[in-house]
């Protein structure tokens, strides 16, 4: 709900606040007295666009502020959430406005985009005019003030949920086509690279030895020579064997003179021994090993180049040759076993496909119904709006299968024919200004309570109309504040009569011309409401006219 307005330098404002409560409020005044400015400023606040001559002349920035009351689940609340705005008690809207005709926009104190702020205005605030393409206007509201008419919002929700568990198996399926053929179409190529890798049979360490051995069979005779001269050294005649033995002779003849002297000297030359003799062992091995196979040089290096050329083939280590097998291998046994895999997932997206439709179908039935019912509620109220050739209509109209999503299978349009047998179209392009003001006022009606919007502004929805049409519309505006807040700008007594607070907007004259809004109590209110009956000389029968008016709404 709104609860206080404040503008500064707007047009013929200079400064003016304004508090609103709960109720039917009504704004009257004399043509030119400034009531659009109090609809353009609250615009301003809204997002509206903004424009340099909203500027009072003289003044170097205007400024709007509307603040407003809302519960903690209203919708504009969720969205200062989403945008990580912190959710207080009070909501304050304020817009700057500069000389050159830039603006800035403000949510409680904090800077935001105009853009942000038109978002958070179209939950708060409608304002029905003749000019106003907002609100019931935009048929892209028409849908979800529809489901909420119907009370199938779960149901709207439903078939969204299923819509999205739909599109989720869609693209795991499409996701799991495009990895299959994308197997397929490299499926030569893998298994001819798998035959080449499993007829290698890479194993982890393999070239580090292979290169090892290259090097020591490319210098074989270089090798032999050093490894004969090693065995003459070690175990040729004066070598190193026979003198340690010698040693060991000598020693063991008087190691019993020596007592326990000797002992360690004996075990390392045991020890020494061993050693010695492994190590004659292992030349010997090497040796023979260089003589054993005269072709293995060649056998090492073709090996050894196979595993490196396969290494550059798929851009690898040759230490990763291994791993690379195991994993292509795996790739070829998904491929076979992927067909089976994608008729699965195809069976799921089915099987959601068909939870989807079920759930809009009977979405698309339950909103048939509530257009049935909302037609004729709407079609039952134009008469006494003296608007009782028009006839209003709710088409539904059915998607392509294409087309089909999370709101349904179906677009809702609100349309109007103003002449019998007419074709009904659009509300906005084909009622005129007098008849589409009470036309919103009909479907306002209708459907209260269907839409998060709290606070309505009506626009001289009474224009053109008198007697018992200004009465009908009056108890209307007054039904419509039971459950919301309305608030109008009327020429009609009849419709002033009714409002629980009633300001009067009048123009001031002399140097400065500036707007006014003084509220009224009930000796004020008589007085305004004798005016807009007589005209400017305000007479008795006036005064008595508008009492019988004000005792008629007690």
């Known amino acids: 709900m709104l609860v206080g307005l404040a503008i500064r330098d707007v047009v013929l404002i200079d400064r003016l606040d304004l508090s609103f409560a709960p109720g039917l409020s009504v704004l009257t005044g004399e043509t030119g007295a400034g009531k659009s400015i109090l609809l353009d400023s609250l615009g301003l606040a809204l997002g509206e666009r903004a424009d340099a001559g909203l500027l009072r002349p003289g003044a170097e920035q205007a400024s709007v502020t509307a603040e407003f009351d809302l519960p903690a689940s209203h919708p504009a609340n969720a969205l200062l959430a989403e945008q990580g705005l912190a959710v207080e008690p009070a909501l304050i809207l304020r817009r700057q406005l500069g000389r050159d005709g830039r603006s800035r926009a403000f949510v409680n104190d904090e800077p935001v985009s105009v853009g942000l702020l038109k978002r958070l205005g179209e939950t708060l605030v409608e304002i029905a005019s003749q000019a106003s393409q907002s609100g019931l206007m935009d048929s892209a509201t028409h849908r979800d003030l529809l489901d909420a008419f119907g009370s199938l919002r779960a149901a709207s929700r439903q078939a969204a949920a299923h819509w999205q568990d739909w599109q989720r198996a869609k693209a795991a399926r499409e996701a799991a086509e495009a990895r299959l053929a994308a197997a397929r179409r490299d499926e030569e190529f893998l298994r001819h690279a798998v035959t080449e890798l499993a007829?290698?049979?890479?194993?982890?360490?393999?070239?580090?030895?292979?290169?090892?051995?290259?090097?020591?069979?490319?210098?074989r005779e270089k090798l032999g020579e050093a490894l004969t001269g090693a065995l003459t050294a070690i175990s040729g005649d004066g070598s190193?064997?026979?003198?340690?033995?010698?040693?060991q002779r000598r020693l063991d003849r008087i190691a019993e003179k020596a007592g326990d002297a000797l002992q360690p000297v004996l075990a390392a030359l045991d020890r020494a021994a061993s050693e010695l003799a492994e190590a004659v062992h292992a030349l010997q091995s090497v040796a023979a090993a260089l003589d054993?196979?005269?072709?293995?040089?060649?056998?090492?290096?073709?090996?050894?180049?196979?595993?490196?050329?396969?290494a550059r083939k798929h851009n690898r280590a040759v230490e990763a040759l291994p791993a690379l097998l195991a994993e292509m291998e795996a790739q070829l046994e998904a491929l076979d076993d992927q067909s089976?895999?994608?008729?699965?997932?195809?069976?799921?997206?089915?099987?959601?496909?068909?939870?989807?439709?079920?759930?809009?179908?009977?979405?698309?039935?339950?909103?048939g119904d509530a257009a049935r019912k909302l037609d004729r509620r709407v079609n039952a109220e134009l008469a006494p709006l003296k608007l009782e050739k028009a006839l209003f209509r709710t088409r539904l109209e059915a998607l392509p299968d294409a087309q089909w999503g999370p709101n349904g299978l179906e677009r809702v349009h609100f349309e109007i024919a103003t002449m019998p047998g007419a074709e009904p179209g659009p509300l906005g392009k084909?009622?005129?200004g007098g008849e589409l003001s009470r036309l919103m006022l009909a479907l306002r009606v209708v459907l209260a309570g269907s839409d998060p919007v709290s606070t309505l502004i009506f626009d001289e929805v009474d224009a053109g109309v008198g007697g018992a049409t200004a009465a009908a519309v009056g108890a209307r505006l007054k039904r419509l504040a039971d459950d919301l807040q309305v608030i109008v700008v009327t020429h009609s007594p009849q419709v002033a009569a009714l409002g629980s607070h009633h300001w009067r907007v009048h123009k001031t004259l002399g140097k400065s011309p500036r707007t006014e809004v003084e509220p009224l109590d009930d000796r004020g209110r008589r007085e305004e409401i004798a005016r807009m009956l007589s005209g400017a000389k305000v007479t008795d029968e006036a005064r008595a006219a508008a009492d019988r008016l004000m005792a008629g709404t007690a």
């Not at 007829?199 to 210098?219: D, F, K, Q, V, Y």
């Open 199 to 219: 007829a290698l049979r890479p194993e982890a360490g393999e070239e580090t030895a292979l290169a090892n051995e290259r090097s020591m069979l490319m210098n």
């Open 240 to 247: 190193a064997d026979e003198r340690l033995a010698q040693a």
């Open 292 to 310: 054993a196979d005269p072709g293995r040089l060649e056998k090492v290096e073709e090996r050894l180049f196979a595993l490196r050329e396969q």
């Open 340 to 367: 089976g895999g994608l008729a699965e997932l195809g069976r799921r997206e089915a099987d959601a496909g068909a939870a989807y439709r079920k759930s809009a179908e009977a979405l698309s039935k339950g909103r």
């Open 430 to 432: 084909v009622a005129s």
